[in-house]
């Protein structure tokens, strides 16, 4: 099975920053890489998905990057709506796996 | 618009099992491959099982391969998961949700449902 290993576990940041999550997969997954953010009782939402493409109505500031086994989800100036638990997936070859997950918190 | 609706959870013995339904409706329900991701609580998220469009491919965790089964019913715009020899370690909320798929095809569209508990204790 493919790993995903996400860092950091937890980040603390203010609005209007620059925040940066990695996920690592275990081995080669080309670009079969998603990233969700979810929310406190409420079911995850797609965010980007092929590393970098965007799903319909996410805000620009957030992008994706990364190819083969290393990836980065970018929040470019964090707003008050970010502050979320985010999760990579790949969908390279079953069993699909996700990271353990990443919370942004404020600080 | 675009809903999925879980149910059939609900508080189950160790063994026991539980027939996992969703619904869905405001998109091609037929056109899509779907899957049953879960998530104990205070727990990340974990694949479950998929199912392509016509329902001739399966895949299952390792987790619960041989217990569970996925199925789907085009003419209803329903998918299902029967849930069988349950154990403790399967308490999670269970989603039904349409994930990218692997195609470079595909520009868009994920649907995930507000999810069903599955509660295993005696």
């Known amino acids: 099975d493919i790993q995903m290993t996400q860092s950091p576990s937890t980040l603390s940041a203010s609005v209007g920053d620059r925040v940066t999550i990695t996920c690592r997969a275990s081995q080669s997954i080309s670009s079969w890489l998603a990233w969700y953010q979810q929310k406190p009782g409420k079911a995850p939402k797609l965010l980007i998905y092929?590393?970098?493409s965007f799903e319909t109505g996410v805000p620009s500031r957030f992008s994706g990057s990364g190819s083969g086994t290393e990836f980065t989800l970018t929040i470019s100036s964090l707003q008050p709506d970010d502050f979320a638990t985010y999760y990579c997936q790949q969908y390279n070859s079953y069993p699909w796996t996700f990271g353990q997950g990443t919370k942004v918190e404020i600080k | 618009e675009v809903q999925l609706v879980e149910s059939g959870g609900g508080l189950v013995q160790p063994g026991g099992s539980l027939r996992l339904s969703c619904a869905a409706s405001?998109?091609?329900?037929?056109?899509?491959?779907m899957n049953w991701v879960r998530q104990a609580p205070g727990k990340g998220l974990e694949w479950v099982s998929y199912?392509?469009?016509?329902?001739?491919?399966?895949y299952y965790a390792d987790s619960v391969r041989g217990r569970f089964t996925i199925s789907r019913d085009n003419a209803k715009n329903s998918l299902y998961l029967q849930v069988n020899s349950l154990r403790a370690e399967d308490t999670a909320l269970y989603y039904c949700a349409s994930l990218p798929p692997r195609s470079s095809s595909w520009y868009g569209g994920d649907y995930w449902g507000q999810g069903t508990l599955v509660t295993v204790s005696s």
């Open positions: 199912i392509s469009s016509g329902g001739s491919t399966i």
């Open positions: 092929k590393a970098s």
């Open positions: 405001g998109f091609t329900f037929s056109s899509y491959s």
